[in-house]
């Protein structure tokens, strides 16, 4: 059998140097490093992510399906991924509007205290969740500072669904304030005033024009606050009182199945969790990737 | 519309930008306001659109005062140095918010708004660039389409904050002689802002001529090269030597030899006897060879339509001189030559 000469050993081309053509599909570079850090981001991402989580899955796949279905399908989970889900998306909204007034007041004008300002929006960051959890319980217990009044206009906050939230906003804020504040530093007033000259009003600048430049950043903070809103423990479990079906969430019920030595229905609710992460990380990158449309192309 | 200006002054903190300016812009012209770095010229043009406020002093556009007038009611459209684009907005878009946020009231339909954005594309000639986001587009063509969305309001006057700055020397000069097309066009009282005094003399009907927060001078591009009023506008508009020079019986001298009788010296002001300096411009000095010369060549450049030689006489002084060049380049001097100097017209200023 006669092999045809591959295109690779013509002759008349002149062998690259050994450092230019390690990888097929590496784009050349003098520049060396490339095998050595993507080593260790290898090892690094597999070590810190993928090998536990695939611990979790593999966990919960000594289940079976059926077990699997019954174990996540029982009011009392249903109730509380319901609670930690949509708790935490509400707390993330909530937080995207106040997130970027904040953002924008921080950038945009210069007052005494702003500094001071600036550096209490990372407090979430840095006090221990459990912490912050016992502060915002006593503030909003019946007979709390603010418990106390909303109490007599009869809403309840601590120990109800109303507390989770409260608790989930806290913990979110600084990441809606930390995205949004460097893209709008980075916004050029001129633009405002480019709409100023164009006869729009200041709602129409900031719906047509500050909006849609800040989205981007917006979805990123927005996202970050919701997935760490629905893994929250240590805040939450305060002020919650954790009634089954009511203000129980479903990182707690993972601890309690814990707690029951039902290892693996434990890994099942927290696989659910799991998977909702990674669609919502999806749908955020697509609308991401839509929003940033007009970008470079 | 005619623009009156009288008594502006604007500070900011501590720093005064513009000490008092009064300037009259005649309805249709096109009018450059040229100064250095710091020289207010910016502020001014601000003021004018309303995107300032003025601490004293009145903007009359016609006979109305627009002194508390944001920009929107001015009837101003502005062009940022730097585009201001709306990054998120197609070059349609950009083009169409002037129309889109008006009320309901006044707004256009739907129909109507195309077919005003597609003119106005056209009369800027990016109508191929329609779909296009700014981040895809060139310096030049972000340039065009930044004016188009300016005329989309049609403002009664059109501001200019550096048109040209951001832009490479060819399509700079393209630009250039393609706005003055469209002035001519639109008849448009047009005022722009720019530190490049090529741009200013060759572009406008008129200049004013700023430093440090003053108007140091108005008028005709020639009038301001052949008549600077004072030694500011001389020293920034165009090349100059300066000579220590002294004034004795009406006669400007420079190194007590007089100035020949033929050469035109303006005297700034009335005076009879003063030392001083002597502005003259490189092409206003002659040379001649001569071995007994005050002055030696020290160097020739021969690229372009002028002769540019530089001498240093024999106190030390570098002297530039532009002489026109022939078809052929016999006559010229050479490094190490000694040639004699003759001053055809200047400026003096007493110190």
């Keep these: ?224 606050a919701f997935a760490r809103a629905v893994g929250e423990y240590g805040s939450v479990i305060f002020i919650a009182g954790n009634l089954p079906m009511v203000s129980e969430i479903a990182p707690l019920l993972i601890v309690i199945k814990l707690e029951e030595f039902s290892y693996a229905e434990a890994t099942a609710i927290g696989t659910v969790m799991l998977s909702f992460a990674f669609l919502m990380l999806l749908a955020l990158n697509g609308l991401q990737r839509w929003s940033r449309r007009y970008e470079e192309a | 519309m005619d623009i009156t200006v009288s008594g502006l002054i604007k500070g900011f903190g501590s720093f005064t930008a513009l000490h008092g300016v009064d300037l009259d812009i005649h309805n249709g012209e096109l009018m450059a306001i040229l100064g250095p770095s710091g020289s207010g010229k910016t502020t001014l043009l601000r003021l004018l659109a309303g995107l300032e406020q003025p601490d004293a002093g009145t903007i009359r556009f016609g006979a109305k005062d627009v002194g508390g007038n944001l920009p929107g009611d001015r009837d101003v459209g502005f062009v940022f140095q730097h585009y201001a684009l709306f990054r998120h907005m197609s070059v349609f878009e950009n083009v169409a918010f002037g129309l889109r946020v008006r009320p309901r009231k006044t707004r256009p339909p739907e129909a109507e708004i195309r077919k005003r954005v597609n003119d106005l594309l056209n009369l800027v000639q990016v109508d191929w660039l329609t779909n296009r986001y700014p981040s895809q587009l060139s310096g030049g063509q972000r340039q065009r389409v930044a004016l188009a969305r300016a005329l989309a309001i049609e403002p009664q006057v059109l501001l200019l904050d550096e048109p040209f700055g951001a832009l490479d020397a060819k399509v700079r000069r393209e630009l250039r002689r393609w706005l003055r097309d469209l002035h001519r066009r639109l008849g448009m009282t047009t005022v722009f802002v720019t530190h490049d005094q090529e741009e200013a003399l060759d572009l406008a009907d008129r200049v004013v001529v700023m430093g440090q927060g003053r108007v140091e001078q108005i008028g005709a591009p020639q009038e301001l090269y052949d008549a600077p009023a004072n030694a500011f506008v001389y020293r920034f508009l165009g090349e100059t030597n300066e000579l220590q020079a002294s004034l004795h019986a009406g006669r400007v001298r420079v190194q007590n030899a007089p100035i020949a009788e033929a050469a035109r010296i303006d005297l700034s002001g009335a005076i009879k006897e003063a030392d001083g300096t002597l502005f003259v411009r490189p092409h206003l000095l002659a040379l001649t060879p001569d071995p007994t010369g005050v002055a030696t060549v020290t160097h020739v450049s021969l690229v372009g339509a002028m002769l540019r030689v530089e001498v240093e006489t024999h106190d030390g002084q570098n002297l530039h001189v532009e002489i026109p060049r022939g078809p052929s380049i016999d006559l010229v001097p050479r490094p190490g030559e000694r040639v004699s100097l003759m001053v055809r017209g200047g400026l003096f200023v007493a110190a």
Excluded: H
């Design chain 1, 1 to 224: 059998m006669t092999s045809l000469p591959s295109p690779l050993d013509s002759p008349t081309l002149p062998p690259s140097p050994t450092y230019l053509r390690r990888w097929g599909w590496k784009r050349p570079s003098v520049l060396p490093g490339f095998g050595l850090t993507m080593g260790f981001t290898l090892f690094w991402l597999s070590l810190i992510v993928l090998i536990p989580l695939g611990g979790m899955i593999l966990k919960t796949a000594t289940l079976g399906w059926d077990a699997f279905f019954n174990a996540i399908s029982t009011p009392r989970v249903l109730a509380a991924l319901r609670l930690s889900i949509g708790g935490a998306l509400i707390a993330a909204i909530i937080n995207a509007v106040f997130g970027s007034i904040i953002a924008w007041v921080l950038v945009r004008y210069r007052f005494p205290g702003r500094r001071l300002a600036d550096a209490l929006v990372d407090i979430p960051f840095a006090l221990p969740t459990a912490v912050a959890g016992i502060a915002l319980t006593t503030l909003f217990a019946q007979n709390g500072w603010l418990g106390a009044p909303l109490d007599k206009l009869g809403i309840q906050v601590a120990y109800t669904p109303l507390g989770v939230i409260v608790a989930l906003i806290f913990v979110g804020l600084p990441f809606v304030v930390r995205t949004v504040q460097p893209v709008l530093a980075d916004l050029d007033p001129e633009i405002e005033e480019a709409a100023l000259c164009l006869r729009a009003s200041r709602w129409q600048t900031i719906r047509r024009v500050i909006l849609p430049s800040l989205f981007p950043a917006l979805v990123t903070g927005t996202a970050l």
